[in-house]
């Protein structure tokens, strides 16, 4: 078949852009499927921060993609005008291209700025983050209206959580396939390094304010400690200001993302996730994978469908809590986890591999398969 996938781009680091090349990189090498990545932001020249196989076509449009600052208060009328201008040059040319390659399947992730819902072709809409319903406001229209919208119009939508499901009450068809991941361990968890670790990008959404000001908490009962952050992000100037006004500077480095990543999970000893929001946490299922315990947020989804608490991590309280108590409940799972023998965190990451081989690929992508044989009909 002739699936084409439609995101943004593909040179940043980041969950969407991993899962996305490694899915493509399976359906063409593994399943023989003619698979096109359509990336809107990308321009020509630039390359992936993960890697596509050859038997993957990329297309790169090069569009300048379009962010929604506030409502000016003088002339709303010409903001939403260039909107709207936006929209239909975004449009045009990926109907264009689609045209020539006449897919049977065009996937399209909640990810990709709103107008990737407005798509005609589309036959599945991918749900990567959690989307709570909110008042109706300006931006509420254009953002959450034309999802729901496209809803009601795309043959299947999938959510990569089981608390999702309810969330797309519209869709003519919900199913839950998780994200997997092609990490391979290169050694054991060091569970005796006195090493804790997180990965992200540098926004407001992964919460890495609320980790270090967690860490300022922690650093008073253990200060023999050092927590690695991985990541680049619009917040990375705000977070290193943060570090220092907290006096962490000894204590919390911020790191650039690497390709290795496998290579630091293997040298700490506890992963991190303090994410205010999820849709699937790809780097915490590349944490359990390689048998790291965790301490992570319960913040909508996925950390829950991951973690199972107490056995291979600890699930911190998060929903309806003033920021206080999220950083000192942070806090005391990190000192909990720290507190515990090296025997017992060395359990918890034997726990967390079993876990994780209930995401392995090769089920997952079966899943996938079966799926875009039905929705096309083939």
């Known amino acids: 078949m002739k699936i084409v996938y439609i995101i943004n781009q593909l040179n940043l680091f980041g969950g969407v852009e991993r899962i996305i090349a ?198 008073q009962q253990h200060p023999d400690w050092q927590l690695d952050i991985y990541g680049e992000g619009s917040e990375k100037n705000r977070l290193m200001q943060q570090i220092e006004t907290n006096e962490l500077a000894d204590a919390v480095l911020l790191h650039q993302p690497t390709k290795e990543i496998a290579r630091e999970y293997a040298v700490h000893s506890m992963f991190i996730l303090s994410s205010r929001s999820e849709g699937f946490p790809l780097v915490l299922l590349e944490a359990i994978t390689c048998g790291m315990p965790c301490v992570a947020f319960d913040c909508p989804t996925g950390p829950a469908e991951m973690i199972d608490h107490e056995m291979n991590g600890i699930l911190v309280p998060f929903e309806n809590l003033p920021r206080e108590e999220q950083v000192s409940g942070l806090a005391a799972a990190i000192c909990r986890m720290m507190e515990k023998t090296d025997e017992e965190r060395a359990q918890m990451g034997k726990a967390a591999m079993e876990k994780a081989k209930l995401f392995g690929k090769d089920v997952i992508m079966a899943r996938w398969d079966k799926l875009f044989h039905e929705v096309a009909g083939k």
């Open 22 to 219: 490694d899915k493509a990189n399976a359906l063409a090498e593994e399943y023989g499927h003619e698979v096109t990545i359509i990336c809107l932001c990308q321009k020509e020249g630039v390359g992936n921060a993960y890697p596509c196989s050859p038997l993957v076509k990329q297309i790169n449009l090069g569009l300048e993609k379009f962010e929604f600052p506030a409502l000016p208060r003088e002339k709303p009328f010409m903001y939403i005008y260039a909107i709207l201008r936006w929209y239909y040059r975004c449009l045009h040319r990926v109907r264009t291209v689609l045209r020539g390659i006449k897919p049977d399947i065009t996937i399209v992730p909640t990810q990709v700025g709103r107008p990737g819902v407005y798509f005609r072709t589309y036959s599945i809409i991918e749900s990567h983050m959690y989307f709570p319903k909110k008042k109706l406001r300006w931006r509420h229209v254009l953002n959450w209206g034309p999802l729901e919208y496209a809803t009601r119009r795309c043959k299947a939508l999938i959510t990569l959580t089981h608390h999702e499901v309810s969330h797309w009450d519209k869709a003519r068809r919900v199913e839950v396939i998780p994200n997997f991941t092609n990490i391979k361990p290169i050694a054991p968890c060091n569970v005796g390094a006195k090493r804790a670790m997180a990965a992200g990008r540098l926004t407001d959404q992964k919460g890495f304010d609320l980790l270090i000001d967690a860490w300022r908490i922690v650093k």
